[in-house]
């Protein structure tokens, strides 16, 4: 059985209502294409499990998760079990639009690019906590990363299949796929893409993400420049903590040995804590180095369990 040249990944989360609109404009949008839908469903409490049944095709899969685990989790289940040559991703509320798909299809094919990300120009969200939140989420991004896109939480994108099935997503890093496909060495451009407002269900997602966001990008940073290399990070702090230290006991060696007084003087405490802070951060420096040559040696694992795959007729 040959290849299809595209999979599209759809996570849906309690979408019940958006099933039959989603898969109806899904497979039309998608009919001059040799495609594959995958769709996974993230532990939902409603009928979306049944709804996908009814619904879907032939060239349907359904992932069914035995419980939720995220949005970042169901979007690597599915990358995981992708076979076309390009993956497609979206979300299952029909904001996004299938439609767009085949065009930015042709753009990865006919330009040459690893990853086509879709940018909202016309977004149909709520400006104080949809809107307002992303613009400062996606300004610090891009300056933080270097990685300069305008629309980090569009969800709809197309990417080459060896750079999404080799990017590593876990936790609730989707919002920085586009800096884990550029570690991959992906050649990335964005174009305009539909939205539309959500007319079923409900958002999942609020103000209180922004500061996950942001959590999340202390640790992408970390992943961007030292993921490979924590000793340079843990060890240049170390060894700057240490040289502190040193300076301060090193002081304190001589005004005591001129004389003078140093017991119980807060600068004598200060000066051991850098001392043992530099130890302790250079130790961990080395302890990450070994975890990260256990992490590319070991065996590749999952971050998911499915309870059970259906396969469309």
């Not at 992932?63 to 979206?90: C, R, V």
């Not at 080799?166 to 939205?195: C, W």
């Not at 490979?228 to 502190?244: A, E, K, N, Y």
Request: with cysteine; glycine share 8%; hydrophobic share 40%.
């Amino acid at each position: 059985m040959t290849k299809p040249l595209i999979s599209v990944v759809i996570t849906v989360y309690n979408e019940e209502e958006n099933i039959k609109p989603l898969l109806d404009a899904t497979y039309d949008a998608l009919k001059e294409i040799d495609y594959e839908v995958i769709l996974i469903e993230d532990g939902s409490t409603d009928q979306t499990v049944s709804e996908v049944k009814k619904y879907a095709n032939n060239r349907t899969k359904l992932i069914i998760f035995n419980k939720n685990y995220g949005q970042t989790t169901a979007l690597a289940a599915g990358i995981d079990m992708a076979e076309g040559e390009y993956i497609a991703t979206m979300d299952g509320d029909l904001q996004n639009d299938p439609t767009d798909i085949p065009g930015m299809l042709r753009k990865a094919i006919d330009e040459g690019w690893d990853v086509v990300a879709g940018r909202r120009a016309n977004r149909k969200d709520g400006f104080v906590l949809r809107k307002f939140p992303s613009k400062i989420a996606n300004y610090i991004i891009r300056q933080s990363t270097k990685v300069y896109l305008n629309d980090y939480g569009c969800s709809l994108r197309v990417y080459r299949a060896n750079i999404a099935q080799n990017m590593g997503l876990y936790g609730e890093l989707h919002r920085f796929i586009p800096v884990l496909a550029k570690q991959e060495g992906a050649s990335m451009t964005e174009i305009d893409v539909k939205h539309h407002p959500r007319i079923h269900g409900t958002s999942k997602y609020g103000l209180s993400r922004t500061f996950k966001v942001m959590a999340d990008l202390i640790l992408m940073l970390f992943f961007q420049k030292y993921f490979q290399r924590p000793i340079h990070i843990f060890g240049t702090l170390g060894l700057l903590s240490l040289l502190i230290g040193f300076v301060i006991n090193f002081y304190l060696l001589v005004e005591k040995i001129m004389g003078g007084d140093i017991w119980g003087r807060p600068i004598l405490l200060l000066g051991f804590i850098f001392l043992l802070a530099g130890i302790q951060l250079i130790t961990t420096g080395i302890i990450a180095e070994i975890i990260i040559r256990t992490y590319f040696e070991s065996q590749d694992k999952k971050t998911y369990k499915i309870k059970s795959v259906y396969q469309g007729e």
